[in-house]
DNA sequence: GCTTGACTTAGAGTTAACTCTAACTTGTAC
DNA sequence: GTACAAGTTAGAGTTAACTCTAAGTCAAGC
């Protein structure tokens, strides 16, 4: 898969792609002789695995401490699991949170329809 | 109540209060003859809405929409209304994503659950 | 073989949201 | 009345995560 095809089917931009490989989110990208780069299916199901990691908030610096773990090989698998389990809590408190927010958004919408209700009369 | 106590109810620092009112989030703050910032029970009431908003990602810059909005009165309930409405649906799409999200991360944790005990068998 | 679009790099620029600094003034406890 | 903590301003600096630029090389269709 070359630049392009691999930025369509990711959604992010040869900019972006180009920039996790040069802080280490992605590694060993194999390159045609001429230099280009050729992305595997490895590739796709890794980076699809970030965006979901920064997609719940992770930030990028942590998402590479699990890339350092995952290059270290099989005796990290703890140590990984840990990272997403401490992640997957934090994450739960957040939906907690959120959720308790967007009752309240919706208690303040009901307020703002009563007020318009009552203007209109 | 002063810039400490404010800072202290609020969970922000001065630094950020000043920020906030530098880029109009904040407005008509009462000041002691000294100059001085007074903080009214209002400023919290509202402080506290901005937070929520920001805490469910709004940026600060529609947060300043609704701000504007709401500087101008009544007659911009509906405007307003629409703006939370829009925001409290993105946020249930939000929330549904992390969700999904979470139960994934989940589904690896059980994957590296089983890696674990295979190997220490 | 030539055009046009895609690719490469190093490094500069951008944006959001703070965060800090310097230099100074005010308030409060002894 | 003197420390010292807390307040003020304008403006500079920081951080994360891109995003773009320049200057060039490569690939594919005609």
Same mark, same amino acid.
């Given at each position: 898969?070359?630049?392009?095809?691999?930025?369509?089917?990711?959604?992010?931009?040869?900019?972006?792609?180009?920039?996790?490989?040069?802080?280490?989110?992605?590694?060993?990208?194999?390159?045609?002789?001429?230099?280009?780069?050729?992305?595997? &299916?490895?590739?796709?199901?890794? #980076?699809?695995?970030?965006?979901? =990691? !920064?997609?719940?908030?992770?930030? @990028?610096?942590?998402? *590479?401490?699990?890339?350092?773990?995952?290059? &270290?090989?099989?005796?990290?698998? #703890?140590?990984?699991?840990?990272? =997403? !389990?401490?992640?997957?809590?934090? @994450?739960?408190?957040? *939906?907690?949170?959120?959720?308790?927010?967007? &009752?309240?958004?919706?208690?303040? #919408?009901?307020?703002?329809?009563? =007020?318009?209700?009552?203007?209109?009369?």
């Amino acid at each position: 898969m070359n630049m392009k095809e691999f930025s369509e089917v990711t959604g992010l931009s040869a900019h972006t792609i180009r920039y996790y490989e040069k802080i280490g989110l992605l590694r060993h990208i194999e390159r045609t002789k001429s230099g280009h780069r050729t992305f595997s &299916k490895n590739d796709l199901v890794w #980076i699809e695995f970030i965006t979901r =990691l !920064k997609q719940t908030g992770m930030p @990028l610096q942590q998402i *590479l401490k699990y890339a350092d773990l995952r290059e &270290k090989g099989n005796s990290t698998a #703890i140590a990984r699991m840990d990272l =997403l !389990k401490h992640h997957s809590e934090a @994450l739960e408190e957040k *939906l907690r949170q959120e959720t308790q927010h967007l &009752k309240k958004l919706k208690e303040k #919408i009901e307020y703002y329809e009563n =007020l318009i209700l009552s203007q209109n009369a």
